[in-house]
């Protein structure tokens, strides 16, 4: 009997039951093996070409993803693309390949649509909203690199008090002309 049951008992108190373990998030390897079975799931012929080729586009997306889900935070893309890799794209594929190839490729089950063209649908949906979070993690560095360019631009520019240093041809130092015979620099000239 461990010290609590006994406390428990002897006081009349009902014992805290233990909290349930939390689930740790899953790792940059754990997302990569994720796809990775996705990946199985369509090989061989399992599915139709333009299946195949949607759930390579989202697996791709998410792959290049994967590295760059620290500039995500805590966010909901950084969760949906953690959900895309270990839930929304296995299950979909799962759930179609549960049923009979003839039957979900040709009979309507929502709408007048067929399973394979849901399936499609579902796809075409989690290929663009990968592509969105895609393009906002490289917004991030991408907007950081026009700010240090701004940055360097006001350090060592024509306009700033850094000494004149020009990173490059400017408006008001056009890049030297290279068509005619090459002259040395004034003051250099040959000895």
């Known amino acids: 009997m461990a010290l609590g049951d006994f406390l428990a008992r002897l006081t009349g108190r009902k014992q805290e039951p233990e909290p349930a373990p939390t689930p740790r998030a899953p790792t940059n390897d754990d997302l990569l093996a994720a796809l990775v079975r996705v990946e199985q799931l369509v090989a061989d012929g399992a599915v139709p070409a333009v299946v195949a080729s949607r759930v390579g586009r989202v697996v791709r997306v998410v792959r290049e993803t994967i590295p760059r889900l620290g500039n995500l935070g805590g966010s909901a893309q950084a969760y949906s693309v953690m959900a895309t890799a270990t839930d929304y794209l296995p299950e979909a594929i799962g759930g179609y390949l549960r049923l009979p190839r003839q039957w979900a490729d040709t009979r309507p089950v929502d709408r007048g649509k067929t399973s394979l063209m849901i399936l499609i649908d579902q796809l075409d949906l989690l290929g663009a909203t990968m592509d969105k979070v895609f393009d906002a993690v490289n917004r991030a560095d991408a907007a950081a690199l026009i700010a240090h360019g701004r940055f360097l631009q006001e350090k060592f520019g024509t306009g ?32």
């Open 160 to 191: 700033s008090t850094g000494g004149g240093l020009a990173l490059g041809p400017t408006a008001s130092t056009p890049p030297p002309d290279i068509t005619g015979p090459l002259q040395p620099p004034p003051g250099r000239g040959e000895a």
